[in-house]
Structure formats: structure tokens, C-alpha cells
């Protein structure tokens, strides 16, 4: 397949943040395993998003995030032979099923960064100058 949008897919939710897209795989999938950003499924996509990336299944359908640029983040079911053979292959390859972020009660999408806003940061480097 080149493009996930050629497949037979289900939405579930659409233009989300990663964390929601997360929580929600977790809630609905009867197993969840965590992906590293670019992680590649059906062949010729790659995963994209803020760790820990949730890949859900329930049954024969595979559940991920789709992000698509101007369009926002989703969360998508693909049930089918080849969602059956992604499946097999997160079990086989020994993914965590539980991140490592949130093991350690760290949460996964802080930073260590004070919050700013884009003209604050112009301030501080005007002055700085």
C-alpha cells in the first residue's frame, strides 16, 4: 500500500492531540503496545507523534495515530489481513506494554522548558543583543 488513505479505515476521533489520541487507544484496544516515533507499519507508513506512541488491537483490528499535516492528528482502525499480520509482528517483536515514560510517573509530554510565548522569546533575545 502507498498511502493509508487508500485502505478501508474506521475514524475514531479526529483533529486531537497525541495524548488524547494515546488515552484513547489504551481505553479501547485490548492490547496496547508502545512505539517509538517513525516506527513503520503496512509496509510504507511511518508512525509520527510525541512518545509514548500507543498501537492499540482489538480483535483483528489494528488502532494508531494518523497525523496528516494542515489536517490535525486521528486515531484509526484498519481491520484486514495485512492489520492481522502488524499485529503479529508488535507481538513478535517484543514491544513494551507498558512505556517506560509512564512507568516512572514521568509525564511523556512535559518539558523541561518554561513556558513562553513566541514574543516573550523576542523580547529576551532583543535584550540579550
Known amino acids: 500500500m502507498s498511502c493509508i488513505e487508500q485502505m478501508k479505515y474506521t475514524i475514531h476521533l479526529q483533529k486531537i492531540s497525541f495524548k488524547e489520541a494515546r ?21 510504507d507508513y511511518y508512525i509520527i507523534g510525541v512518545p509514548p506512541i500507543a498501537v492499540g488491537a482489538k480483535g483483528n483490528a ?4 494518523y497525523t496528516k499535516p494542515c489536517h490535525g492528528s486521528f486515531v484509526l ?13 508488535l507481538r513478535e517483536s517484543g514491544k513494551e506494554k507498558e512505556p517506560t515514560s509512564l512507568k ?10 518554561s513556558a513562553a510565548s513566541y514574543q516573550d522569546m523576542w523580547k529576551k533575545e532583543d535584550l540579550e543583543s
Open 23 to 43: 488515552e484513547y487507544i489504551e481505553k479501547n484496544s485490548d492490547e496496547v503496545y508502545y512505539v517509538s516515533p517513525g516506527y513503520k507499519i503496512f509496509k
Open 62 to 65: 489494528l488502532i494508531f495515530t
Open 77 to 89: 482502525s484498519i481491520d484486514d489481513e495485512d492489520s492481522v499480520k502488524e499485529i503479529n509482528r
Open 104 to 113: 516512572k510517573n514521568n509525564s511523556p509530554e512535559s518539558s523541561k522548558v
